[in-house]
């Protein structure tokens, strides 16, 4: 063990450390390594039915992604995470793993698009969700029934930057035994700590905040140590061992993770473990261009509305400013009718027209066009996603130049 540390980045960056460093590897390096072999039959035994600590396969683990799920857990300032290799992944394979035919969800009807559609087809195995407006504790509560068993919700929603009722929902779920899973991907655990709202499991992609380099796909699941799972009905009873805090996670990866195979490369853990070393720096960064921004297009004339939990007029302004760091990087915008969406994206030049967020450079999207396209108008429209609306993820550049880029697209 390394001296004690206290600050988010100096934990971090210092994470490795605390485990044996290999060769004096400042980096823990990347086991590009499926087996492992064992001199004694005995031990290979053991170390597989877990009466001794050891690696056993690839697709459950690997020393590089062990590494960075030990990041992720000291971000989180949770007990454990499991790593995958997708944001999706750590979705998918949490529910997958935690629930059972029978069961309801409530969840955020204001939800990343990809696990709207995976809640959607929970539907079709009898895993019913009730979608809800998340940004009031009492829309969730009227959603629940006996059978209910998980809240899902997101920090800031996107693209329209919706924030939730974080702490009176994980006040009704610690009253109600409830599982309460947090998707902290817009904030990352820089800006938001999910276990001080009571959450059970945080998700994170990592592929957008904590990667933050757009060069790796990666996500985590952590335990943050609240919920005891003695209470709930579906933990199977080899995974009944030590802390009930910890149930949860050790079936997500002893049954989940084992059974659906959705493991993160040795080489995306790095590239990501590489990139959370500078999460703060790079979201303080983005949150400071973003401000700038929101205030510049809220005074343009050609700008019909701005959202972004920064701004006064944001209806959840006052949680947001008590909840987070600081409000994020993401935000979107609608344009007067007189404005071409086409002809302002493609006048835009430092700005990249491209879908993904929390990457260094700043990207727009036409979100009606491209990432809504498919669920049609009507809904779209049910949404508040308005046809011209565009998302913008903001990067790390100068933000003079941002300013001086979009005001040339409005010219
Ligand atoms: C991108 C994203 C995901 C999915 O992550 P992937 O790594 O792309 O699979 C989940 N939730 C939110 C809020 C996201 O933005």
Redesign the pocket.
Known sequence: MGPPVKGFTTKVVHNDRQDTIEHGSLHKPIHANVAYGYDDAKELAAVFQGTKSGYSYGRQVNPTVTALESKVTVMESGVASVCFG????A?GTTMFALLRSGDHIVSSAFL?G??NSLFNTFGQMDINVSFVDATSVDAVAAAVTEKTRVVFV?TIA?PRTQVADLARIGEFCAQHGLVYVV?N??TSPYLFQAKAVGASLVVN????YIGGHGNA???GVTELGNYDWSTFPNIYPEYQGGEPTKWGITQIKKKGLRDLGASLGPEAAHHIAMGSETLALRVQRQSDNAMAICRYLQAHPKVKRVYYPGLDDHPQHARAQELFRAFGGLFSFELQPEVDLWDFLNRLNVIVKSSN?GDNRTLAIPVAHTIYFEMGAERRASMGIDESLIRISSGIEDSEDLLADLAAAFE
């Open positions: 997708t944001g999706m992944a979705i990343f990809n696990t997101e996107n998707d991907t817009m992609s990592l592929t957008k796909l990666g996500g967020l």
